[in-house]
């Protein structure tokens, strides 16, 4: 009505206009002569936010670089080797069972004994080598998905911290006169620095190229939380992956990790402030439904928790801080930081993985595959904390990553030089010591890989040191470049006495040494991976059952810490035990059925 529009003075140009939810005290606790101001993020958002970001630091890191880069992290350890012991050679030996017809697929068992139950990723690993092989050999063609599955963990990474970071309480400060970083370039710039928060964290570089159930569980939790990120976004996509990733990660192994991310993300949901989020609680409802319901299906429910005793704190706490390095120092910066926003969804997403993997840590008795599954999660809280990182901060970071990766590229030259040069000598002979029979190998594929990747390492050193200080991602480019550098250098220059030290190849042929090839071999209470060697490398049939015995095979072998040959089982005879040239404490006794 005329006369009752009661309008606000206006204001210069020059002066920042502050939203209507901004309280008349904030306004004056910042005079508009200041630079930044709040942004206008909406009714939901009226608290500052802690990120300062101009548009030149919110330029996206190069393709081509980036992509070299996630191959040097992913190709290194696919080929040239064999199966290492414990989880990775068990789970070769399941899967190269029953893609020959020796196992079921619904009840996959290893040498007679029952199997793990992790049924989805077996299945994956024992469908490419029928595939793939003759083409490939069967280890090779086991790995291929799960290299897959780690390529698909960094995109879904990437793509979750680019969707919560397009959310208006994660965008930054915006400027007075201008020069913010927009909204898309700064949510790529802070997945550019998620994605190498995660190739950069130690607990990801052993556990990451295996060939186990836990790669599947690792992507299922990937996919989740992309589904979580892009629900106001891209809700069919996201509907598609909640409902295939927590399925996934129940079929996977991992059934009481799906239901509690699926309750905790429900709260997410459900609490949210934007109404296609809300929406988007019954999809993950059902898709918790369907993960118990395809657990309770396969047979995957095991109680793996155990009492926490006290003294595993101190082991766990440092396990948590080598596993996650250098992420949880960045998370905890991101927490405190942004600790006005906890209940926001670029932070809440995040935590929901993240907190489950921790307190399922803890309740495993310190299971480092377990806090595996949080780490997707800890690298987006990880990238939230560049735009507010201090420039002492990020200086530390760089010197020590120069310095610390510098000195581990150079022993492993050093040790590589002793081996074929013998310059210098004793770590040549610090090497006969510790694998004795092992005769070193030269390749040039090898060479020229390594060289090419410490030639990288340079250049990269040097743009790093450069005048480059814009970039938001800038402090994590040397951690995931020396990450990468020294696991190619250990992949291809140290592989041969690495692979002869853990692969149970040299085992097997001293066992067939003393056994004829093709024989049937009793080994009750052998360990699994000892049964996938025997079957998988030296092509034995195996009974593993506890009460086998020379009445069903005409070997038998028995492993033990002691030397026990003077009283050998009834009705056999000694031949010989067998000793692994890395672990000579282990002994394997080899009997034969005595004849009448």
Not at 337 to 349: E, G, I, N, P, T
Request: with cysteine; hydrophobic share 55%.
């Amino acid at each position: 009505m005329p006369g009752s529009d009661r309008r606000q003075p206006r204001l210069p140009f020059f002066l920042p206009r502050f939203p209507p939810s901004v309280p008349p005290r904030f306004a004056r606790a910042f005079p508009p002569r200041f630079l930044p101001c709040l942004p206008p993020h909406g009714r939901h958002v009226n608290r500052p936010s802690p990120a300062l970001v101009s548009q030149t630091a919110a330029r996206r890191l190069p393709r081509l670089p980036l992509l070299l880069l996630c191959a040097a992290y992913t190709l290194p350890g696919l080929f040239g080797r064999d199966p290492w012991r414990n989880a990775d050679l068990a789970a070769f030996g399941q899967m190269l069972a029953m893609a020959e017809g020796r196992s079921s697929w619904w009840a996959p068992t290893l040498g007679g004994v029952p199997g793990d139950t992790a049924l989805v990723p077996h299945w994956l690993g024992a469908g490419f080598i029928t595939l793939l092989t003759p083409a490939l050999e069967p280890a090779l063609a086991a790995r291929v998905p799960f290299a897959l599955l780690l390529l698909a963990t960094l995109a879904l990474v990437w793509y979750s911290t680019f969707h919560l970071a397009r959310t208006e309480a994660a965008r930054p400060v915006a400027f007075a006169f201008g020069g913010e970083a927009g909204t898309v370039d700064y949510a790529r710039a802070i997945a550019d620095g998620a994605l190498l928060a995660l190739m950069a964290t130690l607990g990801l570089l052993q556990l990451g190229h295996e060939t186990t159930p836990e790669m599947a569980q690792l992507a299922a939790v990937a996919m989740y939380l992309y589904g979580l990120a892009a629900a106001p976004y891209r809700a069919p996509q996201a509907r598609l992956a909640v409902v295939v990733a927590l399925p996934l990660l129940a079929g996977s192994g991992a059934p009481a990790m799906a239901l509690a991310m699926g309750a905790a993300g429900l709260v997410v949901c459900l609490r949210s402030r934007l109404a296609q989020v809300r929406r988007f609680a019954p999809w993950v409802a059902a898709a918790s439904a369907a993960a118990a319901a395809l657990a309770l299906a396969l047979g995957a429910w095991h109680w793996r928790a155990e009492a926490l005793q006290g003294a595993l704190l101190l082991p766990i706490a440092r396990q948590w801080v080598w596993f996650m390095w250098p992420s949880w120092p960045l998370a905890l910066w991101t927490l405190w930081r942004w600790r006005a926003y906890l209940s926001y969804r670029h932070v809440a997403v995040p935590l929901v993985t993240v907190g489950v993997a921790l307190a399922s840590n803890l309740a495993m008795g310190g299971s480092d595959r377990a806090l595996l599954l949080g780490l997707p999660g800890l690298a987006v809280l990880a990238a939230f904390a560049l735009p507010t990182l201090k420039r002492s901060a990020s200086a530390a970071i760089d010197w020590f990553s120069m310095l610390f990766f510098t000195l581990g590229a150079t022993t492993i030259w050093v040790v590589y030089l002793s081996m074929h040069a013998g310059v210098p000598a004793q770590p040549a002979a610090n090497i006969a010591r510790l694998a004795p029979g092992f005769v070193p190998r030269f390749s040039w594929a090898a060479l020229a890989f390594a060289l090419a990747g410490t030639l990288a390492w340079i250049a990269l050193v040097r743009w790093r040191t450069g005048r480059h200080r814009e970039a938001l991602w800038k402090s994590l480019v040397l951690p995931a470049g020396g990450v990468a550098l020294c696991w190619l250098l250990v992949m291809t220059l140290w592989l041969p006495p690495l692979d002869y030290a853990r692969s149970p190849r040299p085992w097997v042929e001293r066992v067939a040494a003393l056994v004829p090839a093709g024989a049937c071999i009793a080994a009750p209470g052998l360990a699994r991976a000892g049964v996938a060697a025997l079957e998988a490398i030296g092509r034995y049939g195996v009974d593993a059952h506890p009460a086998a015995g020379l009445a069903q095979c005409p070997y038998l072998l028995l492993a033990t810490r002691q030397r026990a040959t003077a009283l050998p089982p009834s009705g056999a005879e000694f031949v010989g035990e067998v000793r692994r040239p890395t672990d000579p404490g282990e002994t394997t006794l080899v009997y034969r059925r005595a004849a009448r």
